[in-house]
């Protein structure tokens, strides 16, 4: 299970537009435009840029449990999407390595790990229950499991302050100490930021909160992000994702705003902030105005923003209606990267343009071989591979003329010559 229960038709609703009263009528192009006068070409908030330096434009693409591994990362980025995070993976999948595999209710370690040179720049997110388990989490991350083993992994998350910097051998190793001084990642090629999860709605383990659940007790997820903050180096950015609130009594909408202010008091560089309770999972509309007043009232903040953005037109709307510096673009781009490019079309002044038949073919063909790259490891990968590119091919279906035979056809899909043939039959392609 991961952020998304298995039976998402019980949990989501069909796509639907955020409440955000009068925001249907704001003009994309005018508010691209308005940002590359504010900001210069990419219209990013320059504080954003400056923490990294890739962060070129503002949205990028959400961590989505069981779909963003590196294959749908590395396409997102072939579209002009500046930044990826990874899905949720838990602090204790995280420090079991190996071993952790087969109990993971969540991501997997595969879909976690940067995706070769073009996988960057990457953020890589963190749930869990413990504050000295997630600091050991993050640790891992950040150094990608290099710099020690398994075990001292592990005991990192036994010590009282485990510290990332520390245990790099500053001093001793001067590319390391380099590499941080110079605000890079101790480890070559590794995470741009780690982002902790308050946000998922997955149900707690072991009465333990985590994700989302964590808006209920803040006083614990204050001391997880100040272990987390405390062990990754400080050149490297912690960021937030939150829902709003977890649900809508006073109470709780409090919680959220002492836990948003505290996130920042820690030293975190922003907070994404989803606007849907926890409570209400992924069904009805996300409310904008919360993240608005968040804006207004803080003013000297990075906020992002996530919750409805079903095409380019409301990545712009929602900058223009909330004042978020960047956008998380989650379902909105599953079979559809190209909002990435219609949204750099908008940056740079022109029409969006929609894919044709030969850049959809093109897609497909890469996304399945990368898929196939990314599980290499898997017994049967092209079985895998195949089962797992169904859901991304009937999503892609929807730029198809004939959308619903082709998304019928892409259900059946059991290896890469059933996937050919469809691309084949409906995309004119050649067999290889
Ligand atoms: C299938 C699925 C998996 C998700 N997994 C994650 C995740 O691992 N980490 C995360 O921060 N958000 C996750 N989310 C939440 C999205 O990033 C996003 O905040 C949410 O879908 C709202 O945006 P949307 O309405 O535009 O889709 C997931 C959402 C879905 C639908």
């Not at 001391?223 to 490297?236: C, K």
């Amino acid at each position: 299970m991961g952020c998304q229960s298995n039976s998402s038709s019980q949990n989501a609703t069909p796509p639907a537009f955020a409440i955000a009263d009068g925001a249907q009528e704001l003009d994309p192009s005018a508010i691209a435009s308005d940002l590359v006068d504010r900001f210069g070409p990419g219209g990013m908030d320059p504080r954003v840029k400056a923490l990294i330096p890739g962060f070129d434009a503002p949205f990028f693409q959400a961590g989505l449990a069981g779909y963003s591994d590196a294959a749908m990362r590395i396409i997102a980025r072939r579209h002009g999407c500046p930044i990826c995070v990874t899905e949720a993976l838990l602090d204790r999948t995280l420090l079991d390595g190996g071993k952790g595999f087969a109990k993971a209710d969540l991501g997997e370690i595969h879909d976690n790990v940067p995706g070769g040179d073009e996988d960057h720049p990457l953020i890589g997110q963190i749930m869990g229950s413990d504050p000295a388990e997630m600091a050991a989490a993050a640790i891992k991350m950040i150094e990608q499991g290099k710099l020690r083993s398994n075990k001292e992994y592990r005991k990192l998350a036994e010590s009282d302050e485990p510290r990332a910097t520390s245990h790099l051998g500053l001093g001793e190793d001067a590319d390391h100490a380099t590499r941080v001084a110079s605000g890079q990642s101790p480890v070559p090629s590794s995470f741009a930021a780690i982002d902790v999860n308050l946000a998922c709605p997955v149900k707690k383990i072991s009465k333990k909160s985590r994700g989302g659940h964590w808006l209920r007790e803040p006083e614990g997820a204050i001391e997880i992000l100040q272990a987390v903050r405390d062990a990754v180096p400080d050149s490297i950015p912690v960021t937030v994702k939150m829902r709003r609130s977890y649900d809508d009594t006073p109470e709780m909408k409090q919680n959220f705003l002492y836990l948003f202010d505290a996130a920042y008091d820690l030293g975190c560089a922003w907070v994404v902030v989803h606007g849907r309770t926890v409570e209400q999972k992924y069904v009805g509309p996300s409310r904008w105005d919360p993240l608005k007043e968040l804006v207004d009232r803080n003013p000297e903040r990075i906020i992002m923003g996530s919750g409805d953005v079903w095409d380019v037109n409301q990545i712009f709307r929602m900058i223009a209606y909330t004042g978020v510096s960047g956008v998380s673009v989650a379902r909105g781009c599953i079979g559809n990267p190209w909002i990435f490019r219609q949204a750099r079309d908008l940056l740079e002044g022109r029409e969006p343009r929609e894919p044709t038949i030969g850049e959809q073919r093109a897609v497909l063909e890469q996304h399945f071989e990368l898929a196939l790259a990314v599980n290499k490891n898997f017994r049967d990968p092209e079985l895998h591979t195949a089962k797992n590119m169904r859901k991304f091919g009937i999503k892609f279906a929807a730029h198809h003329p004939q959308a619903l035979e082709v998304k019928k056809s892409f259900i059946y899909v059991k290896s890469l010559d059933d996937w050919e043939e469809i691309l084949k039959k409906y995309y004119g392609m050649q067999p290889i």
